[in-house]
């Protein structure tokens, strides 16, 4: 199982709006509805952002959203902050041999 | 507050065996499935193995299979992996984590501890 395709960086100025994109195949993302994104400040736990595709979970801030379209899932970062720059990885479910496969990692950095 | 606190890693000579442990509190250990995710250097993340709750059903990545062992001692609230025949590619930061059911989201992570195999 190869791992999901992500841009390795993207930035943007404080304020803007950035997207990542996540890139499966039919086997993970186009076949589960269990996308989720993770924030990972080095050192630190990775945090969940966004589950089962599009949901947030309690506490986590509405400037950050997901959706899906086929076999690619993507990111939106919006009123881009300073906290924010961190690398995030997607992961989906793929089935119960392979179980989870993850994001190749996008480095996010606020100019 | 969800915490998960792994330890054990370490430098390890090829060929060797190593035990990670990782301490849950916060939540009620036995409810939850847990697993290893790994990351060597510069590379993204690998799902390296499963366990259910009660410990009675476990999974493992291809590339693991045979060589590491899960469980988990719900009295103690401590997850393992038993890591035999290590080589210088299972050299990577390892993570534990928690989901609700066996097919469902990854809620929480642990820091890491780092395993290091070389001679």
């Known amino acids: 199982q190869s791992a999901l395709t992500q841009p390795a960086s993207v930035s943007g100025s404080p304020g803007q709006s950035i997207t990542i994109s996540c890139t499966g195949t039919?086997?993970?993302?186009?076949?589960?509805?269990?996308v989720s994104w993770y924030q990972h400040h080095p050192g630190k736990a990775l945090k969940l952002m966004i589950y089962?595709?599009?949901k947030r979970p309690s506490g986590v801030s509405n400037r950050f959203s997901g959706s899906k379209s086929g076999n690619t899932a993507s990111l939106t970062i919006a009123g881009l902050q300073a906290e924010d720059e961190a690398d995030y990885y997607c992961c989906s479910y793929a089935g119960s041999n392979t179980f989870y496969v993850f994001g190749t990692g996008t480095k996010v950095t606020v100019l | 507050e969800v915490q998960l606190v792994e330890s054990g890693g370490g430098l390890v000579q090829p060929g060797g065996s190593l035990r990670l442990s990782c301490a849950a509190s916060g939540f009620t250990f036995s409810s939850y499935v847990m697993s290893w995710v790994r990351q060597a250097p510069g590379k993204g993340l690998e799902w390296v193995s499963a366990i259910s709750g009660s410990g009675g059903s476990t999974y493992y990545a291809d590339s693991v299979k045979g060589r590491f062992t899960i469980s988990r001692d719900n009295s103690k609230n401590t997850l393992y992996l038993q890591m035999n025949s290590l080589g210088a590619e299972d050299t990577a930061v390892y993570y534990c984590?928690?989901?609700?059911?066996?097919?469902?989201?990854?809620?929480?992570w642990g820091q890491g501890t780092l395993v290091t195999v070389s001679s």
């Open positions: 984590a928690i989901s609700p059911r066996i097919v469902a989201t990854i809620n929480y």
């Open positions: 089962e595709g599009s």
């Open positions: 039919s086997s993970d993302v186009g076949n589960y509805n269990l």
